[in-house]
């Protein structure tokens, strides 16, 4: 008899959670967009994130195009933020730079989100042994300081020779934006395990559990929803380390091969000397890494506070 | 020091516009603290600055402390520096490379130019009131040949046997004929030891025009020497001051607590250079050299190497790079400032893309190339490896950049395997060294894996005739040649730097830093 009616009611439950999900998001938006601090936030972001997206359109010039007279000063000659030492026009290098920080930072969170809220839940639902074990090996990694771990990894990886257009080429050119998926994938698992390991004593969970649901279908449609806030949180506040990591890597050089125009590596290529000749060259993607990540921080505070006042 | 006033007061703003306020404020403190020297001083600090520095007290300040003090090893501007101040070289080289008598007041070479006879001053005493005698001298370059590992070693094994001369003098018996032996002699490593010298590199018995007081780890006090025999050193005292970086040392320079700073990077020099320091840059023979090696493709082919060469705007890197100081290359290391040798009589095509694009494809690459470009991750080198990338990309050679730190670059010998590469080399005293180092068949830092027998037979010529014209003749035709077929490129060469609070005369920078003389500086 369940066999025969779990297909329709179950159908009808995901559509009509469906619809309440689109509901509560509204309803989160409006929370955040209610301080003026997040929407503040929400804007930055937003503003980057279309900059990353239409920088090609909207840079004058490209990356490594020297054909300006070097190291004018910001204003002069329709070059909006000066040239460098180069000739290079500083904002066509600061808007085209908006999207490799969206492409590693963004990506690499999402991936550790991802893997992060499978292992967490994972471990945290099984218990027992698996979670002892996993448990231990996460607390493991997390001693070690992330920038640390991604120093060793970029440092081995970058010097490693691969065919062009292998995989293992392929793997090597996205390899930041693994490493922060990696180096944040156990800080994301223990905010979800912990959750998880709460969540599973409630009554719901047991009921599931009566019912004879798989283990599948508790951990994704009973026990994921409710862990979805903490992980919205921790996600947000995952982005705005990972943009200060990648910069800090940037600038570091082991993040981006010049001419790129990460915001970093441009930090780092005129700073000495050169800082008091063209200052602008580097205040303004410095600029750019503080405000994203100011920004960033504002719309996660927004955040945390719409996911404890929808509860 | 608040930021209204940093951004009203560093050059290209005037007035505070809120974008401006902004801006500096975006950047954040951190950067705000560097705006701080580029401030011109207020009469209070000037007064502060003038009230630190002392008469009779010269501080010299390095960005680097030294790692080893012991001549053999020794090779750093802040070690040879040291070395300098204590020891005496034989013979010096001024700001043109030309030999300048020290120890050796004068010498003369033997018709056959297989020996030289070299005059020592008189009246020498070491620091520890004994004499200098010949027999040190030989002691000294006993040493110097004695470890097989290190550099002297081989820049030695020319000479068959040293002997004490008539009267004050001693004499080198060369197994070759070198007309640029005498260069080798006032090599970096050559100072005159005391014979029988134990706890070298610890101990410093020298003859030298400074005596050393006291060496801790940031900085080394000596005093003057007032028994030398060239006469008292115009400064009671001599302090060498290591920091941890130019910028510091540049810092200290404005601060008042040093008077001179040696050696730095171009754009620190540009900074000061707009103060009221007495700034002085000279041109070396040091470069940055391009090199493509031409013993496989795509480098093996003529046409690929000129393709290169058409494609590069020596001029542009120039100015960008190097912001106008040292002097522009002809692709050869015989440079402007070796003024008997170097030549502009093969003139060096115009840059043109479009016939370098076709040279390529001449060449079996119509759709361009596709190559990487290794270069030690220092600040210069990528930069240059940025400029050449986007001038390159012009004529269709798409360049990879592979900023490698300076040990992974080294490591293994990986800078002489890779096709296209950036490699610094410091400056040297004669054009011969270079060629001798990097363009030989057999040179063990044949970097561009060039072998042509014409560019042989002409390098073996120069360096080994007396006749000066035959000489010239020979360089002259090297410097054809490499514009003509060669794989390398050199856009410029390299300054050097010294500046100096307008206290302090008697200083002639030179092109190694390190071998500066502080005997006649006066504070």
Not at chain 2, 16 to 43: E, W
Not at chain 2, 180 to 185: G, P
Not at chain 2, 419 to 424: F, V
Not at chain 2, 454 to 477: F, M, N, P, V, W
Request: glycine share 8%.
């Amino acid at each position: 008899m369940i066999n025969e009616t779990a297909p329709d009611a179950r159908s009808a439950r995901w559509r009509g959670s469906a619809l309440r999900s689109a509901r509560s998001t509204g309803r989160f938006l409006r929370e955040i967009l209610r301080s003026p601090q997040s929407a503040l936030g929400l804007l930055i972001v937003l503003f980057f994130l279309l900059m990353a997206v239409f920088g090609p359109v909207i840079a004058p010039y490209s990356t490594n195009d020297q054909s300006s007279a070097p190291r004018l000063s910001p204003g002069t000659d329709g070059h909006l933020f000066g040239t460098d030492y180069l000739g290079r026009d500083v904002f066509s290098r600061v808007v085209l730079g908006a999207s490799s920080i969206f492409r590693t930072a963004g990506l690499g969170t999402l991936i550790a989100v991802i893997l992060g809220t499978f292992t967490g839940l994972f471990i945290g639902y099984r218990g027992g042994v698996v979670d002892e074990i996993a448990g231990r090996l996460i607390d493991a990694l997390l001693a070690l300081p992330a920038l640390l771990i991604a120093l060793v990894i970029l440092g081995v990886v970058r010097n490693l020779e691969f065919e062009r257009g292998s995989w293992q080429a392929v793997l090597v050119d996205n390899s930041v934006l693994l490493v922060i998926a990696l180096v944040y994938v156990p800080i994301v698992a223990r905010v979800v395990r912990s959750s998880t390991l709460e969540i599973k004593s409630r009554e719901f969970v047991e009921a599931a559990q009566i019912r004879g649901e798989s283990s599948f279908y508790i951990i994704f449609r009973e026990i994921f929803p409710s862990v979805v806030p903490a992980l919205v949180v921790e996600a947000s506040l995952r982005f705005s380390y990972a943009i200060f990591l990648v910069a800090s890597l940037g600038f570091l050089g082991v993040a981006a091969r010049p001419p790129s125009p990460d915001w970093g590596l441009m930090v780092n290529e005129n700073r000495g000397g050169l800082f008091q000749l063209t200052p602008w060259a580097l205040e303004y993607p410095a600029g750019a890494i503080a405000l994203l990540v100011v920004g960033v921080n504002l719309m996660s505070d927004g955040i945390r506070r719409a996911v404890q006042r929808s509860g | 020091m608040n930021k209204s006033q940093n951004s009203s007061q560093r050059p290209g703003g005037t007035q505070i516009s809120r974008r401006r306020f902004l801006q500096v404020g975006a950047a954040g403190l951190a950067a705000a603290a560097f705006h701080v020297t580029g401030l011109p001083l207020t009469p209070a600090q000037a007064a502060a600055v003038a009230a630190r520095r002392q008469a009779g007290n010269l501080r010299v300040a390095w960005g680097g402390a030294p790692a080893t003090l012991d001549p053999l090893y020794a090779s750093a501007d802040t070690e040879i520096a040291f070395l300098n101040a204590v020891y005496d070289y034989l013979i010096d080289t001024n700001a043109t490379y030309e030999l300048v008598p020290r120890l050796a007041s004068s010498w003369n070479m033997s018709d056959d130019g297989l020996t030289y006879t070299l005059q020592i001053a008189e009246g020498v005493k070491f620091h520890d009131g004994s004499d200098l005698t010949i027999d040190d001298i030989l002691w000294t370059f006993e040493r110097l040949r004695s470890d097989p590992e290190s550099a002297t070693a081989g820049l030695y094994a020319n000479i068959d046997s040293i002997e004490a001369g008539d009267g004050s003098s001693v004499v080198f018996h060369l197994a070759q004929p070198n007309p640029d032996f005498l260069y080798t002699l006032s090599d970096n490593h050559a100072v005159i030891l005391k014979s029988g010298a134990e706890n070298i590199g610890t101990d410093f018995n020298g003859t030298g025009p400074f005596k050393l007081d006291e060496y801790v780890p940031d900085r080394a006090t000596l005093s003057a020497n007032a028994d030398y025999w060239a006469g008292t050193p115009g400064a009671e005292t001599l302090e060498f001051l290591y920091f941890d970086s130019v910028e510091s040392a540049a810092n200290a320079l404005q601060g008042g607590t040093v008077d001179v700073v040696l050696r730095m990077d171009n754009a620190t020099f540009l900074n000061l250079q707009n103060g009221s320091y007495n700034a002085q840059s000279v041109p070396t023979s040091g470069h940055d050299l391009v090199r493509l090696r031409a013993d496989r493709e795509p480098g093996s082919d003529e046409r690929v190497r000129q393709a290169f060469k058409l494609a590069t705007d020596r001029q542009a890197i120039f100015d960008r790079i190097q912001f106008g100081f040292g002097s522009v290359g002809r692709d050869s290391p015989v440079a402007p400032v070796f003024e008997a040798y170097y030549t502009e009589e093969t003139p060096l095509p115009e840059r043109d893309p479009e016939a370098a694009k076709a040279l390529l494809a001449d060449a079996g690459y119509p759709d361009g190339l596709d190559m990487t470009l290794y270069v030690p991750n220092l600040a210069d080198r990528v930069a240059l490896a940025q400029a050449l990338a986007a001038q390159w990309a012009e004529a269709g050679i798409n360049i990879t950049i592979e900023p490698q730190e300076e040990a992974v670059y080294y490591a293994d010998n990986g800078w002489l395997e890779v096709d296209l590469a950036i490699t610094p080399w410091g400056a040297r005293p004669t054009p011969q060294l270079f060629l001798d180092l990097y363009l030989r068949c057999d040179a063990a830092w044949n970097e561009a894996h060039f072998c042509d027998d014409e560019l042989e037979q002409l390098i073996e010529t120069a360096g080994s005739t007396s006749d000066l014209d035959a000489r010239k003749q020979a360089y002259a035709d090297i410097q054809r040649l490499l514009i003509e077929r060669g794989p390398i490129i050199i856009p410029y060469f390299f300054a050097s730097f010294g500046v100096m609070a307008d206290t302090v005369s008697g200083v002639e920078v030179l092109p190694f830093p390190g071998r500066t003389n502080f005997n006649q500086t006066t504070v």
